[in-house]
Structures are given as C-alpha cells and as structure tokens.
C-alpha cells in the first residue's frame, strides 16, 4: 500500500529506536502527518515531535500503518492481526529509483541507501536497513531484516524471520533456511539449512 504523501495520517506502531529512524526518514521525504502507537509509551512524543495516541491496534482508526518494530516475530504478529482485521499494511522506501526493477512486499521498509537491483524480490514486513545491498534474483523472505551494510550478492535466498547482521556477506546463488541469525561481519559461503545463529567467515553456527 503506497499513498500520497502529504496531508495522510500515518501511523507507525512501535516507537522505539527503529521506528524513531523510520520516522526521521519518512518525514524527510515528505510525509507530514505521522502519529505513534505503541503498548508502553502513550502519552509520549518520539524525538519531541510525533506524539504517541494509540495502544492497540484496535484503538486505531483506519490510518495506513506501517510496523515499525525490529524484533521479526513481534512485527510479523502485529502486521497480520492488522491484515486479519481487513486492513491494509504500508510501504515505505526512502528512494524508489533505488528498486524500480525489484518487487516490494505489503510493510516493508527500504531505508535510506538501501540498494535492491533487478529481479530481487522482498517479501512481507522485510527491513532493508541503511545502506544495505541486496543483488540481482535475490529473494528475502517475510519478515527478515537485513540489517545496515549487509550484502546479499546475485541469486541468494534468504528466509523467513532471518536476521542478516550488520555488513555480513551472502555470497551468491546461497540459500539460508527460516529462523537463521547471521552474525555481525559474517561471511556466508555455503547453504543454511538447519536453523540457528551463524559467525565468522567462513559463518558456522554458534553451538
């Protein structure tokens, strides 16, 4: 769900440090009108600027929302209870010219710098941190984040709820199952296929 960026109520649910970022980011492309919904912070304005109104999702009115929580189990719960009760999930990309030829999931976040080149595809409630790269026929699994100056080079399969930690390489045409950690500076030189956190270069998992 992309929409008219001035003038839109927009809420983002989850005010801490990464929906801080994304709101920074939001406000400098030109949205106007950003509230917060978060479950511990009502009352509250974020960076003294977006006001915290909402606790849960069914005090909300019917705003695009985009979760902005980093933890991936916690947004992928509350973007489909958002979607189960008929409601449509927002999209946000700070530079569209960065992934014209790349195909974007309903809640996913392209931050700032955030490259995404032909035939990659994203999935739902994906983060593509600040600065990240994500290479040609790679696909990303719902619900991952890749997280600032990680690499995921030509053909690379991520899955669901992975982490790619900050500037960790995937090398290509390499597939990594669901529910896999791949620690910060991590280099990933053969398929994942059995869940858990990875490390080093070569990444092998953390026993």
């Not at 978060?38 to 109104?53: C, R």
């Not at 035939?119 to 983060?127: D, S």
């Not at 597939?175 to 092998?204: E, H, K, L």
Request: hydrophobic share 40%.
């Amino acid at each position: 769900m992309r929409v008219h960026k001035k003038n839109t109520e927009i809420c983002l649910f989850g005010a801490g440090g990464h929906g801080r970022v994304v709101a920074s980011q939001m406000t400098a492309c030109g949205y106007e009108v950003l509230k917060f919904a978060d479950v511990s912070k009502i009352g509250e304005q974020v960076d003294g600027k977006f006001p915290v109104l909402f606790k849960e999702l069914s005090d909300i009115p019917h705003f695009p929302l985009l979760v902005t929580v980093g933890n991936n189990n916690v947004r992928k719960t509350i973007q489909q209870q958002w979607q189960t009760l008929g409601n449509k999930a927002l999209t946000f990309s700070y530079d569209e010219s960065y992934h014209s030829l790349a195909s974007i999931g309903a809640g996913s976040m392209i931050l700032k710098m955030a490259t995404i080149n032909n035939g990659a595809v994203i999935g739902e409630g994906v983060i593509v941190n600040t600065g990240a790269i994500v290479e040609h026929d790679t696909q990303v699994g719902d619900y991952s984040h890749i997280s600032p100056g990680a690499v995921l080079l030509g053909g690379s399969r991520i899955g669901q709820l992975c982490h790619i930690g900050a500037n960790a390489t995937v090398l290509p045409q390499i597939s990594i199952c669901d529910n896999v950690i791949v620690g910060a500076g991590a280099t990933v030189v053969q398929n994942i296929t059995q869940s858990g956190t990875y490390v080093g270069t070569p990444a092998r998992i953390l026993r």
